[in-house]
């Protein structure tokens, strides 16, 4: 079907569903640590900080702001082994699931569950973002979990960041003869934008868009399409450390996590129960922040963009191409139109936000407004329906598919998301209790340990 393109600047979008043109070569990031005045902690942040909480030391990393978040009265102690150090300690195994060979090789698997089995004393909180590397194929956790002590081959969700591997690759040692996979502190998560799409979307199409808008971002490749390139890119590594060097100075005895501001907003915002789990996971968080700095950053979404736009509009009697330009102009994006897509617009809008316009330019000539690769696109109501998705300020969540786009609520969305019945010949996940708060432009997350009563972990991601 033939379509026309208007020549209007695009706006790129963080979460980008395709892999971008390549960028201009990087250098090392312009690192600085800031006073910790909190005169410079954003409105934004105040808002969303607990009571009791202030903000901290900062450090810049290419525009991106990553500021300490600091409690007086958190406790000091946690008692939680985080995945590393458990790995280190050789009490924490992470396995593909199914049936295993003489030879001792995973038969079969699952892309989206492993297996976890803890043999310390201690619980081991596992941190949704967290890279596992090995197995079949390179996952990253799905969900934040707390692992009880002694528990055996316990299921846990995860999205696969590797999508060009199935199979044991000997690059990985004794995890490779045995189907088991490694964690380490300094390759420990994914970036920012990636786990946005594991926790929010629960899509596994997403996640590996996004991991190639990673890649392609700092121009560095791996024939199975693994986000592990990031770490194992020597030029990239070093830009990851130079800023890590600089990051590591927010870490101090009252921490108890971080948020990351852009723009004068809330990127991501990671708070932990203790200050003693925040140093713990403080290392890899603050590597993951980074990455997403200096690779593809921490731009809005282009719907939400939209929605904080206010403008004013009006055309009678317009071509839908004229008024399809004018409004695009006016919103600086560019709009695809259907060739089927007919009609005269006649509209009067004030002081409205741009999606509600966009909306409103679709209603008029029987048409709906969808998201695709970062474009406005209008496309004939009837041959779509049922398989778009029109963006609102409501809370309805996005999910755009490589070739069909449709709507999801929240309740549909956390019905997708892990929930299945373990067998009975695994252990139960009957420890840990997440929930998600979806809002116009962001995503709360959290974390509860259901033994102690306590929110281990809370998050907040803007999508």
Known sequence: MKRMLLAIPLLLAACVARTPEPSVERTTPDVKILAPKAA?????LVALLPTGHRAGKSVEVNGARII????????AETPYVVLDEAMKAEV???RETGAASAEGEQMDGDVNTLLVTNSGDKPIFLMAGDLVLGGKQDRVL?????VDAGVKDMRIP?????SGRWQVQGKDGEHAEKGTFANDASCGQVDVNVKRQAIATGNQSEVWKQVAVNNSALKVTADSGTFRATYDDEKTRKQ???AYAQAAQLVDGKLVGFAVVHDGEVAAMDIFDSTGLAQKVSEKLLRSYIITAIGNGYEVALPQKLARETIS???????ITQAASDLGRILNVTITIDEEVTGTVTLKLDGTDGVTAVNALAEQVKAVAVVRES???LMRRTEYEGRVVQFSGSANRQRVQTESIHTMGNDELERNTYEATPPSEAAPNDRTSNSREYEKDAVKYSCEDKKTGRKVQSSYMRR
């Open 313 to 319: 509009f009006a055309c009678t009697g317009a071509t």
């Open 158 to 162: 995860v999205f696969c960041v590797e």
């Open 40 to 44: 410079e902690a954003p409105g934004a």
């Open 68 to 75: 300490a978040i600091l409690a007086d009265d958190a406790a």
């Open 142 to 146: 799905a969900e934040s979990v707390v």
């Open 92 to 94: 924490c195994t992470i």
């Open 375 to 377: 474009r406005l696109l």
């Open 240 to 242: 990851i450390e130079d």
